[in-house]
């Protein structure tokens, strides 16, 4: 079975710091990890993912995240904040022993950004 | 380009009743998902179509619910006899490709906000 874990019901940062959320993910198989952000009233919308290669994945909005295999973890990360950043992000994981192909998403971190 | 879209944006309805909620998938994409989203309960798996197989309806929490995918585009979920704890968010997304594009980026609608009165 798959599943997510964020530890974080919520993180706050100051405007300009660097920020962290965290994931971490079990799985059988070899995980594909995704981060979706979703903002108020809204579906949610792709961040970046893990596929294979690289473990530090790049992706919207100056989002970066590192793959961990040895501590099974995913973390999102950005090295300066931004208030327009605050929003509420989910990180999820496909096993690819699952050929049911749905996403396990974790409960979801709020992110505030404080001026 | 068009992106997930989904109908109706919000729906109220009476205990009891059925309600009808329809995904339009991003042209070409094979894989199609339904999820639900609620304060209990976080983002939880409903029912996927891959083309033209079975789908898996493996998370569908009762018989109330069921979906179907129309010429392997457009979705409908339906909910008979509605429920209050039916209230949630139901959000659809669509892949390029299902089983064996575990890679794919799932894109997901704005969602349909049920409230079951």
């Known amino acids: 079975a798959q599943s997510v874990a964020q530890p974080e019901d919520q993180v706050n940062v100051a405007e300009g710091n660097p920020l962290t959320v965290k994931c971490t993910y079990s799985?059988?198989?070899?995980?594909?990890l995704f981060w979706y952000v979703q903002y108020p009233n809204r579906g949610l919308q792709f961040l970046l993912k893990?596929?294979?290669?690289?473990?530090l994945v790049k992706g919207s909005y100056g989002f970066e995240a590192e793959f961990n295999k040895s501590q099974t973890s995913f973390h999102l990360k950005k090295p300066s904040a931004l208030v327009s950043d605050s929003a509420l992000y989910f990180c999820?994981?496909?096993?690819?022993?699952?050929?049911?192909?749905?996403?396990?998403f974790g409960g979801g971190t709020r992110l505030m950004v404080k001026p | 380009g068009a992106g997930v879209s989904q109908s109706p944006s919000n729906k109220v309805t009476e205990k009891g009743k059925d309600v009808e909620l329809r995904c339009d998938p991003i042209?070409?994409?094979?894989?199609l998902y339904w999820y639900r989203q609620s304060l209990g309960q976080g983002l939880e798996f409903l029912i996927y179509f891959q083309g033209n197989s079975a789908p898996d309806k493996s998370g569908l929490p009762s018989d109330r619910f069921s979906a179907e995918r129309t010429g392997g585009s457009v979705s409908t979920l339906t909910i008979q006899r509605t429920q209050q704890e039916d209230s949630a968010v139901y959000l659809c997304?669509?892949?390029?490709?299902?089983?064996?594009?575990?890679?794919?980026?799932?894109?997901f609608g704005p969602g349909t906000r049920l409230t079951v009165l």
């Open positions: 042209s070409g994409h094979t894989a």
């Open positions: 999820a994981v496909r096993d690819g022993n699952n050929a049911g192909n749905m996403l396990t």
């Open positions: 799985v059988s198989g070899n995980p594909y």
């Open positions: 997304a669509s892949s390029l490709r299902g089983t064996g594009g575990w890679g794919d980026t799932q894109y």
């Open positions: 893990y596929i294979t290669g690289d473990n």
